[in-house]
């Protein structure tokens, strides 16, 4: 048969030798024209097309497929024509009924089609017994997935309880009468069991919305069932979540069975995967004070895990009130608590209010200026990401930490560290704790070029003096914010207490104490120069329309401690003239204004700019 044949070769390059034996071959070959029988044909096509050629002359080059010549193709295309004939006579009666012949001839990967080699087009079957097929194997997979989950334990309680759960979940579709029968039927199923369900992804949401539905005395009763449990609970990927909507949904006893499970394994938590989380939701919101002093205290050693504690009066956290009480214990203290600030900080959980409740431990006992204080400060900074220094801004204890390290280091310090937060002043500014990282900045920096380029272009939305009216629009909304405005007005009110919080006092109070021995630059000429940056585009944006911002208190509150705060000049003059323009105009339209200015705030502001000052009560001037 002149079809494919596959030749074993040493080399993938014929030897030149061969192929001019071939070109001589071709040429001398006599032309054939034979008729092949129906017979012959049938036991060529059974037989396997490729077998290794025994004649090297006619083998092809590397890829050992020989080619037919052009007497080959002219009796292969002869065997074809026979086939089309004797499929035409007979062989249509041997097929069945179902198969259909296709039309087009099948093209091997050398585009020669099946005809051309002599070779009869395959028959397929139909996809329809494929499709059943795969439909019977599907069903019996099903079958045997549903065998399975019946032999489980408690399977038959696990699946009516889902049932039950698949209609409470929607809230808005169940009637209130009907989610009671429901909660009672469920409830009904859990009793008893309730460790059974807890420790499975599809059966613990049956227990979560076991609890939020139920009564007190329902969640109490889970709660109870669990006793002793919490701990491993909180380690399960699916079960902490369980332990949280105890904490949210249970009371005081749910609490006081939780909380004190975790007891002696705290340093061991807050290095899980899973359980550190929970345990700090637990440490944030839920843990009373003495509850919180028991869970930071392990992290002063394990000592402090095994031992409790035994003093007379409450549990303190206060590492500076224990190292006072045993000051040998000091050293090894303090390293207990850097490894477990250093491990946690390596491994990117920077997160937790636990750890930056540590870490301000830590700082408010290290000695300025030593060893301690410069591998801490380096610790902050060695973040690359900068997540370290932006999660601590956004929680009470870390923004004092940051604050704390803006004061004790050094110009380079301060640079790095305010460099990090690009991009986040905004944010900070309506933050309660973040805003105090800005005041701290404005105190402790003394590079007031740097300062001004790097925190107001944030705050206002651009670096130039003229404002637009988006721009305006969210100075506005910053200003009558009560955290947002406190960096607007800080440069110009100084530490009054009608605009800061007793938590900023109290900051500001340490930070001045430590910056007469680490800033260099007087803090009225860093006052004086910061407001010469900030007070243009402000006073610009009260000259242009001064009654939005007379509609509030706070508004009013930020347009007379601008105007009186501001240094003199020209921009300051035009400010106050558009606010006695405002108030003495008759021909005003708007109602809002009118009756903004009939407001208590705008006449206490019109009085104080009036007068050119705030009424002080020792000098009753």
Known sequence: MAGLKRKVQESSVPHKSNIRKKKQKQETKPTLKTKVSATNLETETDSDPIVESETPEFSGEDDGVSWPSEDDVELNSNQARFNEEEDEAGFQDQEPANVTRPKSSTTDPKGLSSKTCGLRTPHFDSTDSIQASSKESHAKQKALAQERRASKPNADPIARSKKLWERLRRKSHVPLAERKKLVAELFDIVTGHVKDFVLKHDSVRVIQTAIKYANLD?????????????????????????????????????????????????????????????????YRGAATTEQKAILLREWYGAEFSIFKHEGKGPVSADLKSILLEHPEKRKPVMHALHEMINLLVQKKTTGFTMLHDAMLQYLLNVTPGSTEMTDFIELLKGDEEGDLLKNLAFTKPGARVVCLALAYGNAKDRKQILRVYKNTFSAMAYDANGHQVILAAYDVIDDTVLLPKTIFPELLGTSSVDLDDNQRQALLAAVTDLNARIPFLYLFAGKAKAILPTEDLDMLSTIHAIRTSTSKKDPAARRRELLAHLSPPLLRCIA??????????????????????????????????????????????????????????????????????????????
């Open 544 to 621: 242009a329309d001064p009654a939005p911002f007379i509609r509030s208190s706070f508004g009013c509150q930020f347009v007379t401690e601008v105007l009186l705060g501001a240094p003199a000049g020209e921009l300051r003059t035009e400010a106050l003239q558009s606010i006695i323009a405002l108030v003495t105009t008759t021909e005003n339209t708007d109602d809002n204004v009118t009756e903004a200015l009939d407001a208590p705030s705008a006449g206490k502001m019109l009085k104080t700019l009036v007068q050119g000052g705030r009424f002080n009560t020792k000098t009753q001037k």
């Open 218 to 282: 329902q969640r109490r009763m889970i709660a109870r069932e669990l006793k002793g449990e919490y701990r491993g609970l909180a380690e399960s990927r699916y079960a902490k979540f369980l332990v949280g909507k105890l904490l949210v949904h249970g009371d005081k006893e749910a609490r006081d069975l939780i909380v004190p499970e975790f007891y002696g394994h705290v340093r061991r938590m807050i290095k899980h995967p899973e359980a550190s989380w929970i345990l700090d939701d637990i």
